[in-house]
């Protein structure tokens, strides 16, 4: 995952552009990906798509010829989606086109302006204020053209049409939490499950925050009600406790799934309510879809010193941030995967288990974990009760009732409802 971030790096992506088209490119040598272009102009609900923006160089050079700023040494020097620009200005005209960020000196911000024409600069407060009052030569080359939107879909088919909805955000230029960590997560996870063997079908969506959801919304509202289970992936690379942000309903089967994943991992996690506020869950969950699609991540948007800065860099991610967020997810879909009802074929009184081996013969004492997982599953094998009911009113890991039930299933005592 680290390695795939390494490589992801350095390529400019925005909202639509070059640089996305080489990211899912690179993404395709992993998974398979069907990539789709939504030309400029088209409508999405209450949107409407924006011209492609590419970028080849922009700087601010000095009188004496230095690029004092340069878009090939960081690619957040330039505002995102900026329009092109050639001129010599004198500083007191460029500075309303500079951002920085006087909290954070040494930083460069990261800014867009998709969706009103502007163009701009950033750095770090400290290079700033070093500019002397003289004309510097500004271009920005860059390119607003009639074009096209581009996403990425990885579709891993299961015995079911029945569809878990994987989303990551692929719109950050050098950004290596935000944008590079959701997805270097999201095709691992997609090349976990693609060796699997699957009951759902699993539709992983690698496309633009906001306008990115919208246009997949926009274009799959048909098979919209096939979604059971959705997550979207995002910021799982830093070392911050892993947090869940629950989906609009609240007390959905991946809201239920991820909780108790999350309780069982062993890590600290935190859970956050619903919100309108956020990456793309807030779109799935707008009132007129309503899907069940939480958001996982580890320090949350704005949460983190780095966020949105130069400093969100490949020093701030780390392989073991990436492992254990991989590890969470592979677990919730494991629960997800098997959380089917059974029915005790012996519900009149308890089966005698020791007879069957099942139980230890000698009593007395509290029951082990595992006796008690026996009973529970029996018990609650009613055919309403689901595996995940099961484990949480038993207080033990899901797995553990898993494999209960492959030895009740084993001796005779359960059978699939
Ligand atoms: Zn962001």
């Not at 080359?141 to 990551?168: H, K, Q």
């Amino acid at each position: 995952m680290y390695e795939l971030i390494r490589r992801l790096f350095p390529l400019c992506r925005s909202i639509t552009g070059d640089g996305v088209r080489e990211t899912l490119r690179i993404i395709g040598e992993q998974i398979p990906l069907d990539v789709h272009e939504v030309a400029s102009g088209t409508k999405v609900f209450d949107w409407i798509v924006p011209r492609e923006w590419n970028i080849r160089d922009a700087y601010i050079k000095d009188a004496q010829g230095n690029r004092v700023v340069d878009f090939r040494a960081n690619n957040l020097h330039v505002v995102s989606y900026s329009s092109p620009v050639q001129k010599t200005m004198r500083l007191v005209d460029l500075q309303p086109h500079l951002h920085s960020l006087p909290d954070q000196p040494d930083l460069i911000p990261y800014k867009t302006s998709y969706y009103d024409e502007a163009w701009g600069f950033c750095l770090s407060h400290r290079q700033r204020q070093g500019l002397s009052d003289a004309a510097y030569d500004v271009v920005i080359d860059s390119t607003l053209s009639d074009g096209s939107r581009t996403y990425g879909e990885c579709l891993l088919p299961g015995a079911a049409d029945d569809e878990v909805l994987i989303y990551t955000h692929t719109c950050h230029p050098s950004l290596a939490n935000d944008n590079l960590a959701g997805i270097a997560v999201c095709v691992f996870l997609a090349r976990l499950l693609a060796s699997a063997k699957r009951r759902y079908s699993y539709r992983f969506v690698f496309a633009p925050g906001t306008i990115g959801s919208l246009v997949w919304l926009s274009r799959n509202q048909h098979r919209l009600s096939r979604i059971r289970h959705g997550l979207v992936a995002v910021l799982l690379g830093d070392s911050g406790s892993m947090r869940y942000k629950q989906s609009r309903r609240g007390d959905a089967e991946i809201d239920r799934a991820m909780l108790h994943a999350l309780k069982h991992s062993g890590v600290p996690y935190q859970l956050e309510a619903f919100s309108p506020y956020g990456y793309d869950e807030r779109q799935f969950g707008s009132p007129g879809f309503d899907l069940p699609v939480g958001r996982l991540s580890r320090s949350p948007n704005g949460g983190y010193p780095e966020y949105h800065t130069s400093a969100d860099n490949l020093a701030f991610v780390r392989p073991e941030s990436l492992a254990g967020s991989l590890s969470v997810c592979a677990d919730v879909m494991e629960i997800l995967e098997n959380n089917g009802r059974f029915l005790n074929t012996s519900p009149f009184g308890e089966p005698q288990l020791g007879r069957r081996g099942l139980y230890r013969t000698t009593g007395g004492g509290p029951a082990p974990e595992r006796e008690m997982a026996l009973l529970w599953t029996l018990n609650l094998s009613d055919g309403a009760h689901t595996l995940l009911d099961i484990a949480e009113r038993a207080g033990v890991d899901f797995r553990l009732i898993r494999r209960t039930t492959e030895e009740l299933t084993g001796a005779g005592l359960l059978k699939s409802a």
